[in-house]
């Protein structure tokens, strides 16, 4: 029977009450056409005291747990938290309802407590708001005293601190104000012996405006005459540069008479050789001559005369070549020399470079400090 209260689902329930009572009457039909008279009654008494208890039992078991139920759960809605809430230990449908009204009832118990929290918070939040509108109209002296919450506390602390150094800042300020009156008044008599100095310092300053203008003027002609030094200089490393194009075109031409002489020594070489070799001839024709006789005499007259001829050509060649060495050595002192004319003018032009550019880089600076002498003398007003 607590299996059919407790576990048994609602329509189990119903299957089996239903059919109880149609087997009941069957047993009653069954009944009336078996027995007669007395035996008949009493089954039908029967019958009908068990068809009572049946319907009673039944009642019990599935009327009252649903009816029980609703009544909780109209009174749960109306805000009864405090009554027990039965058969949450059935696991029929009443059991899921009494169980899904315990969630709603302990859910409606921690709502309760959250809007009691948060009233609680408001009022706080509330003296909090006339603590701080009391400080905004300048009253310093608005502690709190009063109990707050534990989580509050932080915030009643930190307020009643910075109120505290906000006192302390605005006596500050005010012992910072006093000591800035009496500055303001040293300040003030420091004024007056500052104007009395420079009343007396005013013609200093116009003599020494006078002395900076002519600084200036000065400045610029000397800045003037640089650039004019700059363009004599780079005027000059002009016709340098063009020297050292002509030495180098002299020293060019030189090399190739150089040359040219080598040419002439190979051309005299050449001319000894045909001087020997027809002085040879000459003296192979007198030869010849002796051995005709008579007949060649006149042939080796000749052949001495060309013997004689070529005897005087090897000494003009050899005179030759005696000159020309001698200028081939002139030649290459020569080129030497302009050589070191060349270093020379390459050492002078990188002075005159270098004394150039020492002399632009015055002409800047003394234009700069003219222009910076020029600004101090204008007029700021």
Not at 15 to 20: E, G, K, R, T
Not at 193 to 211: F, G
Not at 319 to 337: K, Y
Request: with cysteine; net charge negative; hydrophobic share 45%.
């Amino acid at each position: 029977m607590l299996w059919f209260k407790a576990d048994a689902p609602i329509r189990l329930k119903l299957l089996i009450a239903f059919s109880s009572f149609v087997v009941l009457v069957a047993c009653t039909a069954i009944a009336g056409l078996v027995l007669k008279g007395t035996a008949l009654i009493g089954a039908g008494v029967a019958a009908t005291l068990i068809a009572v208890g049946l319907g009673y039992t039944y009642r019990e078991m599935i009327a009252v747990p649903y009816v029980t139920t609703v009544v909780r759960m109209e009174a749960l809605a109306a805000g009864d938290l405090e009554s027990p809430i039965e058969f949450t230990n059935f696991r029929d449908c009443v059991g899921r309802m009494t169980k899904a009204m315990g969630t709603f009832q302990e859910n409606a118990r921690v709502q309760i407590a959250l809007n009691v929290e948060a009233s609680r918070n408001a009022d706080v939040v509330n003296r909090m708001a006339q603590n701080f509108k009391q400080v905004a109209e300048g009253n310093l002296t608005v502690d709190i005293t009063e109990d707050y919450p534990a989580i509050y506390e932080d915030l009643k602390a930190n307020f009643n601190i910075a109120l505290a150094s906000l006192r302390d800042l605005i006596r500050s300020v005010a012992q910072g104000a006093s000591r800035i009156q009496i500055g303001s008044g040293e300040i003030a008599q420091a004024s007056e012996d500052l104007a009395r100095r420079t009343e007396s310092t005013a013609a200093s300053l116009e003599e020494t405006s006078a002395a900076i203008h002519q600084m200036d003027n000065r400045l610029k002609d000397t800045a003037q005459g640089a650039t004019r030094s700059v363009a004599t200089s780079e005027q000059a490393l002009s016709a340098l540069d063009h020297g050292r194009h002509k030495t180098d075109t002299a020293v060019q031409a030189m090399e190739r008479v150089s040359d040219s002489a080598k040419g002439i020594d190979s051309v005299i070489e050449g001319l000894d050789k045909i001087a020997f070799q027809t002085r040879v001839l000459a003296m192979n024709a007198a030869v010849e001559a002796g051995r005709a006789g008579d007949a060649g005499r006149g042939f080796a007259v000749v052949a001495d005369l060309v013997s004689a001829l070529a005897m005087r050509a090897e000494e003009e060649a050899k005179r030759a070549r005696n000159q020309l060495t001698v200028t081939q050595v002139d030649i290459g002192a020569a080129v030497d020399a302009v050589q070191l004319v060349d270093q020379a003018l390459s050492g002078i032009v990188a002075s005159g470079r270098e004394a150039a550019d020492i002399s632009r880089q015055i002409a800047t600076d003394n234009q700069a400090q003219a222009l910076a002498i020029t600004a101090l003398t204008r007029p700021s007003w």
